[in-house]
């Protein structure tokens, strides 16, 4: 079944302490993002890559991280969480950059 | 800052119905562009992509593309109760605009029984 996986669904963490959340697609997409969504402002874009080691900041990268060493996986690193990163996370992966977009089943983070 | 604007709503219709859902974007250069549906606790999924003027239509969907006046539409004809959920228009600005998709807030949809 095509799917992006994302894991952890549920994670109630502390400031400061490091945290990853991994995706993975298995359609061979060369297109990848993460995704916050905040009540009253919709799904903003925090890192996309273009493909392999090719990743770039979308409109809310602060405080965030990511790589793309293989095709299917791209995390999302948070260093060192703040309250402020408590959100509904999604990853995405589309063929291109103008072709639908897949979303995964979403993280939902909570930073105390 | 690039923008991509959408009525919060809530906008209720009867069923059977016509809904119409509004976007319009900030960027000229904006190339594709895409409705998605969102139900309460569940990921967006894609309703309509269109990329050139005019009118695209997949059942009882139709998306319309204004570029000039900067506007994209989403009309469901019949509306069913199913129908409610939130609609999210998004652009991306391809390699004109660094390749960003930008998602409006969404417009809440109840259709009424």
């Known amino acids: 079944e095509a799917q992006v996986t994302q894991n952890p669904r549920y994670l109630i963490t502390v400031t400061g302490k490091k945290l990853t959340v991994t995706c993975s697609q298995n359609?061979?997409?060369?297109?990848m993002s993460w995704y916050r969504q905040d009540p009253g402002l919709g799904l903003r874009q925090i890192y996309y890559?273009?493909?392999?080691?090719?990743?770039d900041k979308g409109d809310v990268p602060e405080g965030y991280k990511v790589s793309r060493k293989e095709k299917r996986n791209f995390p999302l690193i948070l260093e060192s969480p703040s309250p402020n990163q408590t959100s509904l996370y999604f990853c995405?992966?589309?063929?291109?950059?103008?072709?639908?977009?897949?979303f995964g089943q979403g993280t939902r983070l909570t930073v105390v | 800052q690039k923008e991509v604007e959408q009525n919060s709503g809530p906008l209720s219709v009867p069923e059977g119905a016509i809904a119409s859902l509004n976007c319009t974007y900030s960027d000229r250069v904006s190339q594709s562009f895409f409705w998605y549906r969102q139900y309460s606790g569940k990921s967006p999924e894609l309703i309509m992509s269109?990329?050139?003027?005019g009118d695209k239509e997949d059942g009882r969907f139709t998306a319309q593309l204004n570029k000039a006046s900067q506007y994209v539409s989403l009309l469901i004809r019949d509306s069913q109760p199913s129908d409610s959920a939130t609609y999210l228009c998004?652009?991306?600005?391809?390699?004109?605009?660094?390749?960003?998709?930008?998602f409006g807030a969404g417009t809440r949809l109840f259709v009424k029984a």
């Open positions: 995405a992966s589309s063929w291109r950059e103008d072709t639908e977009a897949f």
């Open positions: 269109i990329y050139s003027n």
């Open positions: 890559s273009m493909n392999v080691e090719v990743t």
């Open positions: 998004a652009v991306n600005e391809g390699n004109t605009g660094g390749f960003k998709t930008i």
């Open positions: 359609m061979n997409h060369e297109y």
